[in-house]
């Protein structure tokens, strides 16, 4: 997909539909500036516009996609590629979403460290020592919480048994043993417990 196509082909949609740019914004709840930031090819409507936008435009989200409208034969061509595309970048953002996990929970960890270590080895009053243990336990409590997110909300995990990919709920995740984004949990097809790990495809 490139930017400045899929933009090109935006505005000429919407000129070939006998709107401004404000008559496009308002048909889609957006803003008359976002209109013009896809029309200038520095951004690209996220999921949740892309549908309104075509349905506007009269287009296919295929076509979008591809910044083209496209007779029967392309369009299916033209989808192939499109999702192939789309699965790469999916992967790629997934990949990036871990490691900002793994970062994350080392930052955390070394956060709670800090703390501790002033609370073990610095005379200081009592009440502050406390102080110092809730701040550190709610940081770690947080820090994790936003790692558990994205570790539940990218890829899935697949059971060992009957290789069923799965998304669990956060209950699940919070109660199941763990090495690493490897957990042993229960699987939602075949109901056995095995160790199941983390896989993005």
């Excluded at 900002?100 to 502050?128: D, K, N």
């Amino acid at each position: 997909m490139d930017l400045l196509v899929t933009a090109k082909f935006i505005k000429e949609q919407r000129k070939e539909k006998g709107l401004t740019q404000a008559e496009l914004a308002e048909k889609i709840a957006v803003s008359e500036k976002t209109i013009s930031k896809w029309e200038c090819g520095k951004g690209f409507p996220d999921t949740s516009l892309m549908l309104p936008l075509c349905e506007a435009l009269d287009i296919t989200a295929n076509e979008l996609l591809s910044g083209k409208k496209l007779n029967e034969k392309e369009y299916k061509a033209s989808a192939e590629t499109n999702l192939v595309e789309l699965k790469d970048k999916t992967e790629k953002l997934s990949r990036f979403l871990l490691m900002i996990e793994w970062v994350l929970g080392y930052f955390v960890t070394f956060s709670f460290l800090v703390p501790v270590f002033l609370i073990v080895f610095v005379q200081m009053a009592t009440w502050l020592k406390v102080v110092l243990y809730i701040l550190g336990f709610v940081q770690v409590l947080i820090g994790l919480h936003f790692c558990m997110m994205i570790e539940k909300d990218v890829g899935f995990y697949e059971c060992e048994h009957c290789h069923h990919k799965h998304i669990p709920s956060y209950k699940q995740m919070y109660a199941a043993m763990h090495m690493g984004r490897t957990r042993y949990m229960k699987c939602p097809k075949c109901g056995k417990k095995s160790w199941q790990k983390k896989v993005l495809k």
